[in-house]
Nanobody, 114 residues
């Protein structure tokens, strides 16, 4: 069964940094692109970043490009999202997802506040 578990969220001050991770199981992780999404209170879930399976090519939403970095380790079935220079508008629940699968993890809360 396809499963995603996000971890590493928390409270951080504006301008700070945080790295969240997602461990996947139930499918061939090394052959699937992975994506991070986020959902702020009262808003729709939106795309944040994606990374391809083998070449590791990445793409980012305009709102996070230059501040966030997505990476992966296929030996650990894990994808990370390093977030720098965080802003209050980055506050959201963050979700990872295999591009080819409809399943979602439980999400992890990231709050940016002083």
């Amino acid at each position: 069964q396809v499963h995603f578990v996000e971890s590493g969220g928390g409270l951080v001050q504006p301008g700070g940094s945080l790295t969240i991770s997602c461990t996947a199981s139930g499918f061939d992780f090394s052959r699937n692109s992975m994506t991070w999404y986020r959902q702020a209170p009262g808003k729709e879930r939106t795309f944040v970043a994606t990374i391809t399976a083998q070449s590791g090519d990445t793409n980012y939403a305009d709102s996070v490009r230059g501040r966030f970095t997505i990476s992966r380790d296929n030996t650990k079935n894990t994808v990370w999202l390093q977030m720098n220079n965080l802003k209050p508008e980055d506050t959201a629940t963050y979700y990872c997802k295999g591009v080819a699968y409809p399943n979602w993890g439980q999400g992890i809360q990231v709050t940016v506040s002083s």
